[in-house]
């Protein structure tokens, strides 16, 4: 594909930063939800057998059991896939359509993220700090887009 407008190249790249971190958030989300259950269906068995209201406590473990059941809630329903999932969506979807994603919102996933993997790194949680930096690296560009292009609305002015 040959380009023929730097700028157009420049917003574009952005946009293609922000949505690859959209779609990096929306999979890792995706294989959350879908893989942790299979991971725990033993205890799932036991929670439908038994009755979906109520089945989960916060109170502390005192059984093997118990911290089965409280690691089976917060791996699945608990967990941070849907919300993954949905800030995934949303900023596929925002890129789409030409909105800005803001740089701060990828500040905080990685402000989140990179602790967690520091403590946990052989996990696949390393896929979130590439999805804050992409965020803000796509912020950047695209911020350093508009500012090189002349503003359109402005009436040029005589000394």
Known sequence: MIRTSPRRAAGTAGRRLTQSAGWIAA????????VAPLDTRDVWSQVVSEGWLNTFTLDKATSLAELERSET????????GAPMLVLGSSVVWSARHGHRVPGWLGWMVLGWSVPMVSVLPASPGWA??????LIVLGDRERSRQARSEPDADAVPTTA
């Open 128 to 133: 979130l700090p590439v999805v804050g930096g």
């Open 27 to 34: 999979a890792f989300g995706t294989v959350h939800i879908a």
């Open 73 to 80: 809630f917060w791996v699945t329903l608990g967990s941070f």
